[in-house]
């Protein structure tokens, strides 16, 4: 398979409104405890997670954020996370390719969670600098990667978690995860 397009992804959730399981894989669910505990209790002002999906864990993330805006490119996924989210008038779900979709504000907490590595690296170098120039000091990264490689992803976990790791704007605050996925946390020099 070829690295995934939107018209792929957006395929998949045509084809199955939970295509990875979100709402019943137990990795799913050990994965979002750990990610969220990353997070930290907050509150945090301005939220970003990139690739929502269909606000899974955003429904997770959303009560310790005075305002959170999640971000994916399949209209179909979109549309099931603003259901999802629809009691949550302080989230904001917008439909949009990263980085261009980000909007421009100052953010305090980013998640990624597997969606960096479906990135190119010249897309991934773009983000990453583009999540640079909203983020405040002190702001949080947080990144989530299935550790194992695949044909429809141009950048494997380790690969991405090492670029944002060498970024001289992000200083490490813990690293781990599992045998399944990378879990690091940055913050914002």
């Known amino acids: 398979m070829a690295r995934m397009s939107v018209a792929d992804f957006e395929a998949r959730y045509r084809a199955n409104p939970d295509p990875w399981d979100y709402t019943t894989s137990e990795y799913e669910r050990r994965k979002y405890e750990a990610t969220l505990a990353a997070c930290g209790d907050g509150p945090f002002e301005d ?3 990139l690739g ?8 997770l993330l959303a009560p310790r954020c005075e305002r959170l805006t999640t971000v994916d490119a399949a209209p179909t996924a979109v549309a099931a996370a603003r259901r999802r989210l629809a009691g949550a008038p302080h989230v904001d779900v917008v439909l949009g390719e990263i980085p261009d979709a980000i909007p421009i504000r100052r953010f305090d907490l980013v998640v990624a969670s597997e969606i960096l590595y479906y990135l190119t690296l010249s897309e991934l170098a773009r983000t990453v600098g583009w999540l640079e120039s909203v ?5 949080r990264v947080v990144a989530t990667h299935w550790r194992p490689a695949g044909p429809e992803r141009p950048l494997d976990a380790e690969q991405v978690h090492a670029i944002l790791l060498q970024q001289p704007w992000l200083a490490p605050l813990s690293s781990g995860g599992t045998n399944d996925y ?6 914002r020099r």
Request: net charge negative; proline share 5%; hydrophobic share 50%.
């Open 52 to 59: 929502g999906s269909i606000g899974v864990f955003s429904s």
């Open 47 to 49: 939220a970003l997670e």
């Open 135 to 139: 983020t405040v000091p002190g702001a």
């Open 182 to 187: 990378l879990l690091d946390v940055l913050e």
